[in-house]
């Protein structure tokens, strides 16, 4: 029996980045903001020290601030013909746990989707007629707009200290930043990072075959910085050990370093770490979430009231509370009805790496987000007439980190292991350098997520399963990609260069990107569409779902910039439009 609690003003259920933003907004409006998060406390200078956090095995192999697949996983499977099977060690993305999130541990690349990102179906319709999607994609508009999320795009920005160089203000396009980016009100607030040797070399090499490189928009900071909340951050040493490790500098944005200095200091208030949340419980006639169900590390099981309810668990585990909860109708992929769950994505990745004789790149001198890139092939930039697939990507050369357990560039025809390994990872460690390929992934019929007729958690409750593979249109579209990368890499004029290409079926165990996206998607309808351009639910309308479940596919970018533009988004309709006149913000 549940020990139920009193009510609180807004709930919040899970506390990483959109939690943070929510938590932030909402006390803001004056409400009493209570959040739940399953995970730890985390703090950045106790917790990311200097003295340990450079720990590659703990922290990158043993993945000690991610999510436990003992206690919670999801069964995988490649098409519906197929029985999934639980995975017992994530491998291919890797949800946080703790709070901040994957906000801790995000190399903090930071992206805007394109303007015609947002109007997949209608833009390239318009462009290539109809037949440019085939019946088995399901790609849709996003029933929100660039122009609508330009001011929370800049907002997010500001609050991260985004280092960076503005390729469009308000239509002007600015020399040395990125040309095809959607205006933007005004630059970023810090200038871009120092660039190293190989990014640099990399930036020769693209504008010499025409190309227009700029630097990566960043969330490690260039400067030190003060944010409009009033919270300091310091410039990065370029360390290397960022992604999949937490900043002790205070110099990589996280909710940590941005909102709650000064979110945890408010009396409307309250975080609960520990504490997971594991039913959304609805009114009798399913319009109204009245509360949750949670339990502590001792297994107790607590009701939470609340009169407005934020997911913010991550993508992952908003959609699998959703079908837990029963609110929506399951996706079915072979009538194509029902919304929960439909539209799942991913992104596709691929590099070819660059070795050189007489260079010596220092690759250890790097950032989560310190790069160059060229976005001549994202989105729609480039006329796709005839190439047989939509999307893109973008080609970065990232200076990430030169790790020494993980960084291991060798040429191709090298031994996987032994002395002649060992020979060529000491010949090539500090001479080579990988440029990588971030593409899109368009949704399909049969990419979903639903509830696992077989396996269950510790709970006794059905995993999720995860039904996804790459279609035709990525492999055209990844290896388009892969080409211009090569076309690149022979500018840059090495020793040698090894391609590798993305082949085959998607594979769930080597670590690609954690931005998997869909699930809840938002639209403008109730029929496509699980959430309204608010991120409302459809049917219960005091319900809100933040995160890139939202997203109806995927772009070519890292998604925060986008989920957090969101959030923001949403944030301003609750406390302008749905606290005034509490209800459906959209009528069907
Ligand atoms: C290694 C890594 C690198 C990344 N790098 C980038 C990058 O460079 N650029 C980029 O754009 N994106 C990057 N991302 C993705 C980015 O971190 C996410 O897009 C972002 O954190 C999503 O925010 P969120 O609030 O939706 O989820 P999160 O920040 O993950 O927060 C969700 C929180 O909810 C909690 N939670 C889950 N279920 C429950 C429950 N049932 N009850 C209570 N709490 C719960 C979790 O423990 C977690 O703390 C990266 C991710 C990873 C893992
Ligand atoms: S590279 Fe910079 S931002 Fe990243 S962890 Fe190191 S100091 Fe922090």
Same mark, same amino acid.
């Given at each position: ?41 985390? @703090? /950045?200078? #106790? ?7 450079? =720990?590659? $095995?703990?922290? +990158? %192999? ?72 085939? @019946? /088995?994609? #399901? ?7 660039? =122009?609508? $999320?330009?001011? +929370? %795009? ?112 408010k009396k409307n208030f309250t975080l609960k770490t520990e504490c997971e949340v594991i039913k959304i419980n609805l009114d009798s006639d399913k319009k109204r979430a009245v509360s949750v169900t949670y ?214 165990t080597p670590y690609q990107t954690t931005h998997n996206t869909g699930g809840a998607i938002m639209g403008s309808n109730p029929q496509e569409s699980v959430l309204n351009r608010y991120l409302q639910h459809?049917?219960?309308?005091n319900l809100f779902v933040m995160g890139s479940s939202a997203f109806p596919q995927n772009a070519g970018y890292n998604p925060t910039g986008t989920v957090a533009a969101l959030a923001l988004w949403s ?18």
């Amino acid at each position: 029996m549940a020990t139920k609690l009193p009510t609180v003003d807004a709930l919040l259920v899970g506390f990483g980045w959109t939690g943070a933003i929510l938590g932030q907004e909402l006390t803001d409006a004056g409400l009493n903001v209570l959040a739940l998060e399953r995970g730890g406390w985390r @703090d /950045t200078a #106790t917790d990311f020290a200097t003295s340990f956090i450079q =720990d590659e $095995l703990r922290f +990158y %192999y043993r993945h000690e601030l991610f999510q436990e697949p003992a206690r919670e996983t999801l069964s995988f499977r490649n098409s519906t013909i197929e029985v999934a099977l639980p995975m017992r060690q994530l491998g291919s993305f890797l949800p946080a746990s703790g709070v901040g999130g994957a906000g801790i541990h995000w190399n903090g690349q930071n992206w805007r989707f394109l303007p015609s990102d947002f109007l997949t179906r209608s833009h390239n319709t318009e462009r290539y007629g109809a037949a440019a999607i085939p @019946d /088995t994609m #399901t790609v849709q508009d996003w029933g929100v707009t660039y =122009d609508d $999320l330009e001011p +929370y %795009y800049d907002r997010w920005e500001h609050l991260c200290g985004i280092s960076g160089k503005a390729g469009n203000i308000k239509g002007q396009i600015q020399p040395g930043g990125n040309p095809f980016e959607g205006p933007r009100s005004r630059d970023f607030p810090n200038p871009p990072m120092e660039m190293t040797y190989g990014p640099t070399l990399f930036a020769q090499a693209a504008r010499d075959i025409g190309l227009k490189p700029f630097p990566a928009p960043s969330a490690n900071m260039s400067r030190a910085y003060t944010n409009p909340l009033g919270v300091q951050l310091g410039p990065c040493t370029y360390c290397g050990f960022c992604e999949k490790f937490g900043c002790g500098n205070y110099s990589k944005a996280s909710p940590q370093t941005t909102i709650l200095p000064v979110l945890l200091r408010k009396k409307n208030f309250t975080l609960k770490t520990e504490c997971e949340v594991i039913k959304i419980n609805l009114d009798s006639d399913k319009k109204r979430a009245v509360s949750v169900t949670y339990i502590d590390t001792q297994g107790e099981e607590y009701e939470q009231p609340a009169e407005l309810i934020i997911l913010s668990a991550f993508v992952l585990h908003n959609v699998h509370l959703l079908l837990l909860s029963g609110i929506g109708t399951p996706y079915d992929p072979n009538t194509g009805r029902g919304t929960l769950g439909k539209n799942y994505a991913y992104q596709i990745v691929s590099s070819v790496d660059v070795f050189y004789d007489d260079k010596i790149l220092n690759p250890f001198i790097g950032a989560g987000a310190l790069g160059m890139v060229v976005d001549e092939f994202n989105g729609d930039n480039f006329d796709h007439t005839n190439l047989g697939f939509i999307g893109g990507g973008y080609i970065a050369c990232w200076n990430t980190n030169g790790r020494p357990i993980e960084t291991h560039l060798v040429p191709d025809g090298t031994p996987k292991w032994g002395a002649t390994w060992k020979k060529a990872v000491v010949e090539n460690y500090l001479k080579s350098m990988s440029l990588a390929t971030h593409g899109s992934v368009m949704s399909h019929r049969g990419n979903y997520l639903d509830l696992d007729p077989t396996y269950r958690d510790f709970l006794g409750r059905p995993l999720m399963r995860m039904t996804f593979d790459f279609t035709e249109n990525e492999h055209k579209m990844s290896d388009f990609l892969t080409g211009k990368t090569t076309e690149i890499a022979r500018a840059l004029k090495a020793r040698e260069i090894r391609s590798n290409p993305r082949k085959g079926h998607y594979d769930i165990t080597p670590y690609q990107t954690t931005h998997n996206t869909g699930g809840a998607i938002m639209g403008s309808n109730p029929q496509e569409s699980v959430l309204n351009r608010y991120l409302q639910h459809w049917d219960v309308s005091n319900l809100f779902v933040m995160g890139s479940s939202a997203f109806p596919q995927n772009a070519g970018y890292n998604p925060t910039g986008t989920v957090a533009a969101l959030a923001l988004w949403s944030a301003n309709a609750i406390k302008t439009q749905y606290l005034k006149t509490p209800g459906p913000l959209v009528q069907p």
